[in-house]
């Protein structure tokens, strides 16, 4: 099967929802590239995201993750993973509205936690109680994921590789992102 992608899928959700792992089985199925923007970044710095969020602070950090996107959109289509902060700030969603699909992977907080708790490379999580942290940045940061263009729900019994069918069914229904050619 012959797949046409037409804009960018952007990977958006919690840390642990699985926008690496599924974004990396998303691209290899359509045939595009596939970009993490947390990993440019961290190429571009030549340090790690929690060194930068240690010397720099997590508005610079943010900024640095705006400037990445912004730039990935404008190449060829392909699969962009983000990291779970990037689709909060309102000129990411912009950008990534104008010229990409948002696709949210939503998994519960029992599900995310169970990817994370054994963990050390989450920054936001380095807290007294980190399942509590996890707890208030879900809570917060739901309504904004809600706004994604599609939804894709994750549960613990999918493998990564039904979950990406998942994701690839629900661009089906956006004739402007993707289309099977036959």
């Known amino acids: 099967m012959a797949w046409k992608l ?15 792992a599924v974004g990396k089985a ?3 199925k359509l045939g595009v590239p596939f970009l993490d ?5 961290v190429a571009a710095a030549n340090m790690e995201i929690a060194e930068i969020f240690a010397r720099d602070g997590e508005a610079f950090f943010r900024d640095k993750e705006s400037q990445v996107i912004e730039r990935l959109l404008g190449d060829e289509p392909c699969v962009l993973s983000t990291g779970g902060g990037a689709f909060l ?9 104008a010229q990409g699909v ?5 998994a519960d907080l029992q599900l ?9 490379t989450r920054p936001l999580l380095r807290t007294a109680n980190p399942y509590a942290t996890l707890s208030e940045i879900y809570a917060a940061r739901a309504p904004i994921y809600a706004l994604a263009d599609l939804k894709v729900p994750v549960e613990p019994s999918y493998s990564i ?3 990406c069918d998942k994701v690839v069914g629900a661009l ?7 289309e099977c050619e036959t």
Do not use: P
Not at 89 to 97: C, L, P, V
Not at 112 to 120: F, I, Q, T
């Open 6 to 20: 037409k804009k960018t899928v952007v990977l958006v959700g919690m840390m642990g929802a699985g926008k690496t």
């Open 26 to 28: 998303l691209s290899a």
């Open 37 to 41: 923007s947390d990993a440019e970044i």
């Open 89 to 97: 700030a309102e000129r990411n969603r912009d950008a990534i509205s």
């Open 102 to 106: 948002a696709v949210c992977l939503q």
């Open 112 to 120: 995310l936690w169970n990817r994370v708790k054994h963990k050390d």
């Open 161 to 163: 590789e039904m979950t």
């Open 172 to 178: 089906l229904t956006r004739q402007d992102v993707l």
